[in-house]
């Protein structure tokens, strides 16, 4: 069935380095989504991106979706204490329809080193 | 605060035992999702209803059904329940039901099994 898959599945980083997470689908996407889950907490979202190559930025978040819309990218530009927790990709199942569940990736953990 | 209500918020119980959780959607979503997380795991979409219907499935057990009432909560009825079912448990809401939707998710439940 289609997936989402996420690497890496953890990532420590020193506070100030730069951290990338990764999400490819096996299906083409009409869209991605990212979302932020704290420990304890729960997933909130950040961002959608829709169109193919579409870069967003947030602050230091940068978004990249791909030109063949299967793949994305989530980077952060030095990292602070405060960018800790889960990073998910998810995306909408390809069988199309009036479904509006989403698959997720199974997550980027990132730890930051103060 | 995403404003998507769930209760209880932490849930002990034992094996074979039925319990059921409760959802309250944003004022204004007519889609409910529930997911499921199992610890480092990512995030298991369940079932989705919208405005009373159900309109998607996942990797739902058949030991496991929901509902969405007319005031638009939905319930998530767990039974036989084994160790396994130990996770946290998400009820997520998005105004409409297509994948570009973004999804609210509430604080969950943890479910203990013992």
């Known amino acids: 069935g289609q997936q989402v898959m996420q690497i890496p599945q953890y990532q420590h980083v020193q506070e100030g380095e730069d951290f990338t997470t990764y999400c490819n689908s096996s299906t083409t996407l009409s869209n991605i989504q990212w979302y932020k889950q704290r420990p304890g907490g729960h997933p909130v979202f950040l961002i959608q991106?829709?169109?193919?190559?579409e870069v967003k930025k947030q602050k230091r978040l940068t978004f990249q979706f791909g030109e063949a819309k299967k793949n994305s990218s989530l980077h952060i530009t030095a990292t602070q204490t405060t960018d800790v927790g889960t990073y998910f990709c998810?995306?909408?199942?390809?069988?199309?329809?009036?479904?509006?569940?989403?698959?997720f990736g199974k997550g980027t953990k990132l730890s930051v080193k103060p | 605060d995403s404003g998507v209500t769930q209760t209880p918020k932490h849930l002990i119980t034992a094996t074979g035992q039925r319990v059921t959780l409760r959802c309250s959607p944003r004022?204004?979503?007519?889609?409910v999702y529930w997911y499921q997380q199992s610890l480092d795991q990512g995030l298991q979409f369940l079932i989705q209803y919208y405005n009373g219907e159900e309109r998607a499935k996942g990797n739902i057990l058949e030991r496991f059904s929901a509902q969405q009432f007319p005031d638009l909560h939905s319930e998530l009825n767990l039974s036989s329940l084994e160790l396994g079912d130990s996770a946290l448990y998400f009820c997520a809401s998005s105004v409409q039901s297509w994948g570009g939707d973004t999804q609210y998710f509430g604080p969950g439940t943890r479910l203990t099994v013992l």
């Open positions: 998810a995306g909408p199942p390809n069988y199309g329809g009036s479904q509006g569940n989403l698959i």
């Open positions: 991106l829709v169109k193919s190559g």
């Open positions: 004022s204004g979503d007519l889609s």
